[in-house]
């Protein structure tokens, strides 16, 4: 068995030495695959589209009051902020929407129909005011909020982004949270969830 592994073995090498051709394109094709590898993964690296990640902070918060006794609509300014470092690659949207709930009950909401763009390798904000339709909050969630504060608990808002004509892509939803009373305050990443064939968000395995 073992001559005859080095038979065959000899017949290549002879094979080889007899066509020098051969032998030659072989040789530069390996150093072509050598030499090419580490090329490409630098280009990737440089060139190639990685997702940006994305997170949120509620800076100022207006109107925040009992429903019965409020005299305007709530008012919450966003920051999302998107950090593109990773890519050369600009980050853009053509429209976007944004909606802030607490406890699971939407207090504002906001319409961006001229969108948003980040250059690559570039950390940028993007300004949201979301407001509502009525005047102030629910008298329940008001409580419930002011007891999470009395009680020095973590008071956090949700904040759902969603990102339409994403660099050409289907659109995606940002499941974000913003802290607004209590730690730890953040920031925390967002989670992005690809949208379904119907429209509807496809909710993450983990809220942030």
């Known amino acids: 068995m073992g001559a005859g592994l080095v038979e065959d073995e000899d017949r290549r090498r002879d094979c080889l030495d007899g066509h020098p051709l051969i032998q030659c394109a072989v040789t530069v094709i390996l150093t072509a695959i050598c030499l090419a590898l580490p090329v490409y993964g630098c280009w990737a690296s440089i060139n190639g589209y990685k997702t940006p990640d994305f997170w949120v902070k509620v800076p100022g918060i207006e109107g925040l009051e009992r429903g019965p006794s409020a005299l305007a609509a709530p008012v919450f300014n966003v920051t999302l902020r998107v950090d593109n470092e990773a890519t050369r690659r600009p980050f853009c949207t053509s429209r976007a929407s944004a909606a802030v709930s607490y406890a699971g009950v939407q207090l504002g909401h906001v319409d961006l129909p001229g969108g948003f763009c980040v250059p690559g390798q570039v950390v940028s904000s993007a300004p949201i ?80």
């Open 129 to 208: 005011v979301a407001t509502s339709d009525g005047l102030g909050i629910p008298s329940e969630l008001y409580e419930r909020m002011e007891s999470q504060r009395r009680r020095h608990e973590r008071v956090s808002l949700e904040v759902q982004v969603k990102l339409d004509d994403c660099c050409g892509q289907l659109p995606v939803m940002l499941w974000c949270t913003a802290v607004v009373h209590g730690q730890p305050q953040g920031p925390f990443l967002c989670k992005v969830a690809p949208m379904l064939k119907d429209g509807e968000p496809r909710p993450p395995r983990l809220y942030y």
